[in-house]
């Protein structure tokens, strides 16, 4: 029912700001200009100007597509403090995203030159206070709490002197592959029908995290290596000798990660494409490492069984 709760409370206020954008969209378009103010200078003038369908596909793609992500996002994060974050956060943006959208069609409306509209700088601070108090209040609707991670325990692999073995294993993280499609085909969008310098960036985050949703993880007699399976580069290399065990450990990607991808904590480091299994890596300097990774305990005890024939060589 919490999952259901937080999803609710995510997808609903996106869904008030569509309806309400399209509905008086809609109502008041044959009373706007063919050509619309949609950008403002610091005096609240009108400086930048978008057609009028163009204006319509562009603001409902853009709370559609950012609903869809955030409700998947919460979604998929299920029972984690990230997951009760994930739908303050998408509730709030709903507002911030939603207000200005309806408020530009508000002062077109019935405008004959959209260059003399004119929209108010106190409104900046009315939305933000919006956006801020949607959230806190999808916050305290929700509740959610940590859960530990269980440790399984991987004895070493006993290997003899001159054994070679390798493991390797290749990860597909949809969790990263459908925001990077939704982002990416927002920026496709945007540069289509609205200004094109809207859709630049969330085209540039698509098509650059879209790399990083599949990596391959390799254990072999140099330590553990990560890289992606399309690029070369960036990759993640912790030599044998740096690292002082291994072991297999569940995970909540949001709830001890706070999301996807290359993630950063004090003393942390995690490669997080998903929820479940992962392989916990502890190096000298006392720093952990961790990748999510079906058959992590392979990896682990191969890992643990490389570190101590390395160790008794020295």
């Not at 369908?53 to 562009?58: E, P, R, S, V």
């Amino acid at each position: 029912m919490t999952v259901i709760r937080r999803c609710a409370l995510t997808a609903v206020p996106f869904g008030v700001a569509t309806a309400a954008y399209v509905g008086i969209f809609l109502a008041s378009y044959d009373r706007l200009p063919g050509r619309i103010a949609t950008h403002y200078s610091g005096d609240g003038g009108a400086d930048g100007f978008t057609g009028r369908t163009a204006a319509l596909w562009f603001g409902s793609g853009l709370l559609v597509g950012l609903g869809l992500l955030f409700t998947v996002l919460t979604l998929v994060s299920k029972e984690s403090p990230g997951a009760r974050l994930t739908a303050a956060v998408g509730a709030g943006t709903a507002v911030t995203l939603g207000y200005p959208l309806v408020l530009t069609v508000l002062v077109n409306t019935d405008v004959q030159d959209p260059a003399e509209v004119q929209l108010p700088m106190w409104h900046m601070a009315v939305l933000l206070l919006a956006g801020l108090a949607t959230g806190a209040l999808a916050w305290l609707l929700t509740s959610g709490g940590p859960r530990t991670a269980p440790t399984r325990l991987s004895p070493a692999l006993l290997l003899t002197e001159g054994e070679a073995a390798a493991w390797s294993r290749t990860i597909i993280s949809r969790a990263l592959l459908f925001p990077a499609g939704v982002v990416t085909l927002c920026g496709l969008f945007a540069v289509a029908f609205g200004p094109w310098q809207a859709g630049l960036l969330p085209l540039v985050l698509g098509l650059t995290c879209a790399p990083f949703a599949g990596v391959r993880v390799t254990v072999d007699r140099r330590g553990l290596t990560v890289a992606s399976t399309v690029l070369p580069r960036p990759r993640l290399v912790l030599p044998l000798g740096s690292i002082v065990r291994a072991s297999s450990i569940q995970v909540n990607a949001m709830g001890d990660f706070g999301g996807w991808g290359y993630r950063i904590r004090p003393n942390r480091r995690g490669v997080v494409l998903r929820s479940g299994e992962a392989l916990s890596v502890r190096t000298a300097g006392g720093r952990e490492y961790v990748v999510t990774v079906d058959d992590s305990t392979t990896a682990a005890a191969l890992l643990n069984g490389l570190i101590n024939r390395h160790v008794a060589g020295a």
